[in-house]
């Protein structure tokens, strides 16, 4: 079966630190690979999108990377400060498919200043 | 105002009862998603649509009906709520990318609470 695995446990970091999140992928041949940033009790918002020929994308603090060998994303923030806390959900796009995202269960980052 | 519009916000409502969740956009996009999200399970999709015309049903759509009135409006149905269909429900938007790729625009969500 198709699996999106992010880690369910949640990450604590000191302000200033690096975050790093992960979302694992099996059985998917993804086009392209989404990560959003959900606050409590909101909708999720657009971070990034990577696609399955782009080893890597930076936006800001934002650093994304896309392994379809490992079957891994990696989402950086550098320099994190609190306000970065939240959760950080991946959502991949099946190539060949309509392109809808199915999403992980998502990584809760906290920043502790 | 906000470019994705859920109504209501919050609702409890009672085993049987029948309830409509409504969505509104002005992005102008012509596909629009209802989403479920329940703790530790994520968002799950219930039903898609490309166009007015165009309605699919998604992961988890038993028990949910939808309707496109129009390019702006996509209303969810849950024609005899159950508890289990306690959760947080999300309406989104996206454009078509033709390289692929659409981020998806969500609405700032839809509580539903069945007793």
């Known amino acids: 079966s198709q699996k999106i695995e992010q880690n369910s446990e949640a990450l604590n970091i000191q302000e200033g630190k690096t975050a790093t999140l992960t979302c694992n992928y099996t059985?998917?041949?993804?086009?392209?690979l989404q990560w959003y940033r959900q606050d409590p009790g909101r909708g999720p918002v657009f971070l990034l999108l990577?696609?399955?020929?782009?080893k890597e994308k930076r936006k800001e603090r934002l650093k994304v990377t896309f392994d379809t060998t490992l079957k891994q994303s990696l989402f950086h923030i550098t320099a994190s400060q609190p306000a970065d806390s939240a959760t950080y959900l991946c959502?991949?796009?099946?190539?060949?498919?309509?392109?809808?995202?199915?999403f992980g269960r998502g990584t809760s980052l906290i920043v502790h200043p | 105002d906000a470019d994705v519009t859920q109504t209501p916000r919050n609702r409890i409502t009672k085993t049987g009862k029948r309830i409509m969740l409504e969505c509104s956009q002005t992005?102008?996009?012509?596909?629009m998603y209802w989403y479920r999200q329940d703790p530790g399970l994520g968002l799950r999709l219930i039903y898609y649509s490309f166009d007015v015309k165009d309605i699919n049903k998604g992961e988890i759509s038993d028990g949910y009906s939808v309707s496109r009135q129009a390019q702006a409006k996509f209303s969810l149905s849950l024609e005899s709520a159950i508890p289990n269909q306690t959760a947080l429900y999300f309406c989104?938007?996206?454009?078509?990318?033709?390289?692929?790729?659409?981020?998806?625009?969500f609405g700032e969500g839809s509580r539903l609470t069945v007793l």
């Open positions: 959502a991949l796009c099946i190539s060949g498919g309509s392109y809808i995202p199915t």
């Open positions: 992005k102008g996009h012509d596909r």
């Open positions: 990577i696609r399955e020929n782009e």
């Open positions: 989104a938007t996206s454009d078509l990318d033709r390289a692929g790729g659409g981020e998806l625009f």
């Open positions: 059985n998917y041949s993804p086009a392209y």
